[in-house]
Antibody, heavy 118, light 110 residues
């Protein structure tokens, strides 16, 4: 059974940093791309970032480019999202999903809440 | 980055048929955009229904189908059930460099 479990969310001040993690199980993590998607309270889904499996190429939305970094550690079956220079409009539930460029998106985690506030 | 457009809300009668669409401000939606459709119910994570325009996952009910309709991607629900009441989002991939969700369609089964 495929499982994706996010962690690392919490309350952070504007300008601060946070690193999200997504631990994957139930499949060969290194063979599939992964993505981050967020959802601000009461709003729609926003695609944030993705990383390709075959070469680790990364992709970012303009809204986070230069501030967020996606990475993966296949030895730990873990996807990361390093978030720097956080702003109030980064407040959202952050979901990881299996899939993205070169891989079909199928499974989703339950999300982790990030709140940026002073 | 392009903007992806969806109907904000739609209503369908139980047992009825409804088509949701997904357009792009950058031009016609094609199979090259690898259109996806996701369903999200309140308090839940999204669930992938359709990928690459018309392909279904093992858990996708047969009453859902995806297609290209004119210059848009489309999600058709035939034989709506009360449990289909949810928000539906499309996702398009652009030039292999970024992806964009539509604003979502709130579907009411009434």
């Amino acid at each position: 059974e495929v499982q994706l479990v996010e962690s690392g969310g919490g309350l952070v001040q504007p300008g601060g940093s946070l690193r999200l993690s997504c631990v994957a199980s139930g499949y060969t993590f290194s063979s599939y791309g992964m993505s981050w998607v967020r959802q601000a309270p009461g709003k729609g889904l926003e695609w944030v970032s993705a990383i390709r499996a075959k070469d680790g190429r990364t992709y970012y939305a303009d809204s986070v480019k230069g501030r967020f970094t996606i990475s993966r550690d296949s030895s730990k079956n873990t996807l990361y999202l390093q978030m720097n220079s956080l702003r109030a409009d980064d407040t959202a539930i952050y979901y990881c999903s299996k899939g993205g460029w070169g891989s079909v998106t199928d499974y989703w985690g339950q999300g982790t809440l990030v709140t940026v506030s002073s | 980055q392009a903007v992806v457009t969806q109907e904000p809300s739609m209503t369908v009668s139980p047992g009825g048929t409804v088509t949701l669409t997904c357009g792009s401000t950058s031009g016609a939606v094609t199979s090259g955009h690898s259109p996806y459709w996701f369903q999200q119910k309140p308090g839940q994570a999204p669930r992938t229904l359709i990928y690459d325009t018309s392909n279904k996952h093992s858990w996708t009910p047969a009453r859902f189908s995806g297609s290209l309709l004119g210059d848009k991607a489309a999600l058709t629900l035939s034989g709506a059930q009360p449990e289909d009441e949810a928000d539906y989002y499309c996702l398009l991939f652009y030039s292999g460099t970024y992806a964009v969700f539509g604003g979502g369609t709130k579907l009411t089964v009434l």
